[in-house]
């Protein structure tokens, strides 16, 4: 089945909301399909804010000097400079809309909000709504779409692939007409000239992650296949302290806690971080992360402990409500026992390389939020940036989408076809290479990196590439094979980018260059290569 629209959204979180609102306002007929319900995402999950200069003391060259600060000499500062000078419009579009940020005690309308502070950042500047503020913003944005005429939303739908006009020998430069989405037991041709990538981020390629399940990178994957460029893979962002529990996935302790007291001990008792910097617990959020990653390895543990017992009981259970109760739930109680912790992938700097109006280097294709490397970030991304990116490109993307559009009604498009392939019972195999790889990538790919550990990763990666790629095609397209695909080759460019990059820089430590170098000062961009299907660095 065949459905045509003037632009396809993959994704329903901050990005792909934002581009869908910017394109539909301007008539565009819209669909957005999402792989799970509407809200699920990394969007909803965003606790602390969205940064953005608001305060008569704050300007935008103090927020764009600590967001080139962060990126540690690779921010396109370009790039930095339109998304901190649109953040207050954005910020102001979406109060206007409805959204309700925690105002100051003495705010006499909703543009009054309260600025918090958060590491990194010069001048208070982040916006919040509470300590939810990402779930609001998706409420703010769902009413909008909803409200607004043109827009088809399509829940449960898998993007398989995207639809190339080279692969089904069309004429004319190669381009993208839209995406296979697996909907309802069947493959649907959704076509349309304009298709964006808003797929989140990919932190589920790791053991451990912030990230809920639906980030397995497969917007990153996609483009990759359909051979658009992708850079900066090397830089993931992990967060020092995620709970470690078998039931519990993905749930953050927040830094907030060990700036009130909380600190870090092994299983032994002993207390590590003093060990590793005269800042101890209150260290940079990486160079606690490798420290706590450095203590697991040497010690063989699968965890250490954040001991909380130093903050005042009544101020805790006011303070970090929500964490206490989570913790409750799973027998822990923190007043008593340590929290079990474990540093966990947070977020993905790198991803599809777009320009300023988020068209990726193929034609009709283009990317927005986590799926995307803008250049905002750089070698290491400032707290509550990517909300802001999310907007700012979102919309922008959404209004060069519907610009000016080549038509795709006329073209023909083939159904999807499974020729002979079966269903896959074996689902054990799925899962099996699934765990395999998120264990190669945590291990040897993680906060720590070597060329040893990087030549043991890609080894077992490409194995798992290999099994896949024959495995693909003699089953009937699943969501579990689909990102079991995805995950494999997001890790694969995730290794070929670190280990092109013979430096030690922002959010990429490797042992063998534990230096910055000059001469290393440039983005690591990948492409696929044609005859060998294998990723290799562009020159
Ligand atoms: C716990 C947590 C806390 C965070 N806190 C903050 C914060 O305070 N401030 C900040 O700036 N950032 C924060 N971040 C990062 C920020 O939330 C994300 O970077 C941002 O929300 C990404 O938005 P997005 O629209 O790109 O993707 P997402 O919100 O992740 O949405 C991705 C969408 O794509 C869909 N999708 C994925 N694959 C497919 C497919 N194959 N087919 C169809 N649909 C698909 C998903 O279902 C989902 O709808 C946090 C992240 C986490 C995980």
Same mark, same amino acid.
């Given at each position: 089945m065949r459905q045509d629209y003037d632009a396809l959204v993959l994704g329903s979180g901050i990005a792909g909301l934002s581009f869908a609102l910017a394109a539909a306002r301007r008539g565009a007929r819209v669909a957005i399909a999402t792989k799970m319900a509407v809200p699920e995402g990394s969007s909803r999950y965003a606790q602390g804010g969205v940064a953005s200069v608001w305060s008569q003391d704050d300007s935008f060259d103090f927020h764009a000097a600590d967001t080139t600060s962060a990126g540690a000499g690779l921010c396109h500062g370009e790039v930095v400079d339109l998304v901190v000078r649109e953040g207050p419009d954005r910020i102001r579009e979406l109060i206007d809309l409805g959204a309700r940020f925690t105002l100051r005690d003495d705010a006499s309308d909703a543009y009054d909000v309260d600025l918090g502070l958060e590491g990194g950042h010069s001048h208070r500047r982040i916006i919040h709504a509470v300590d939810a503020t990402g779930s609001e913003m998706m409420r703010t944005l769902l009413e909008a779409v909803a409200a607004t005429p043109g827009i088809t939303v399509f829940e449960d739908a898998f993007a398989i692939d995207l639809l190339q006009s080279a692969k089904f020998g069309l004429p004319g430069p190669d381009r993208c007409l839209g995406a296979y989405v697996l909907r309802e037991g069947g493959v649907e041709v959704l076509a349309a000239p304009a298709t964006l990538l808003a797929t989140g981020g990919a932190g589920k390629v790791y053991v451990y992650t912030s990230n809920p399940d639906v980030a397995t990178g497969d917007g990153i994957a996609m483009a990759y296949r359909a051979g658009a460029r992708i850079g900066n893979m090397e830089f993931i962002q992990f967060h020092p302290t995620c709970l470690y529990h078998p039931l519990a996935k993905s749930f953050l302790i927040t830094e907030a806690l060990r700036g009130e007291g909380a600190v870090l001990r092994r299983p032994d008792g002993y207390r590590f971080m003093p060990d590793y910097d005269e800042r101890a617990e209150l260290a940079p959020r990486d160079i606690v992360a490798r420290a706590i990653d450095r203590e697991m390895k040497s010690h063989g543990l699968d965890h250490v402990e954040l001991d909380v017992s130093a903050i005042d009981k009544a101020f805790l259970f006011e303070r970090f409500p929500n964490i206490v109760a989570r913790c409750r739930e799973l027998g822990i109680d923190p007043v008593r026992t340590p929290i079990p912790v474990v540093p966990a992938a947070h977020y993905s700097c790198g991803g599809v390389v777009t320009d300023a109006s988020g068209r990726s280097s193929l034609s009709g294709l283009y990317a927005a939020g986590?799926?995307?490397?803008? #250049?905002?970030? #750089?070698?290491n991304r400032l707290a509550s940036n990517s909300l802001l990116e999310a907007l700012v490109f979102g919309r922008r993307a959404g209004l060069a989408a519907v610009e000016k559009q080549q038509k795709v009604t006329d073209l023909l498009i083939p159904e999807w076809n499974s020729g002979p392939a079966c269903s896959t019972e074996e689902e054990i195999l799925i899962k099996h290479t699934w765990d395999e790889i998120r264990q190669v990538m945590w291990n040897y790919v993680g906060i720590v990196r070597s060329n040893d550990r990087l030549a043991r990763a890609r080894a077992r990666i490409e194995l798992a590439q290999e099994e896949i790629g024959r495995d693909y095609w003699n089953f009937l397209p699943t969501r579990d094979l689909g990102e079991l695909r995805n995950i494999a080759t997001v890790a694969g460019l995730i290794v070929e980018a670190a280990a092109s990059r013979l430096e030690s820089r922002g959010l990429h430590f490797t042992r063998d260059y534990p230096a910055t170098e000059t001469a290393c000062q440039h983005d690591t961009i990948l492409v696929r290569?044609?005859?060998?299907g294998r990723p290799r660095l562009e020159t």
């Open positions: 986590e799926t995307a490397m803008t #250049g905002l970030h #750089g070698a290569d044609p005859f060998t």
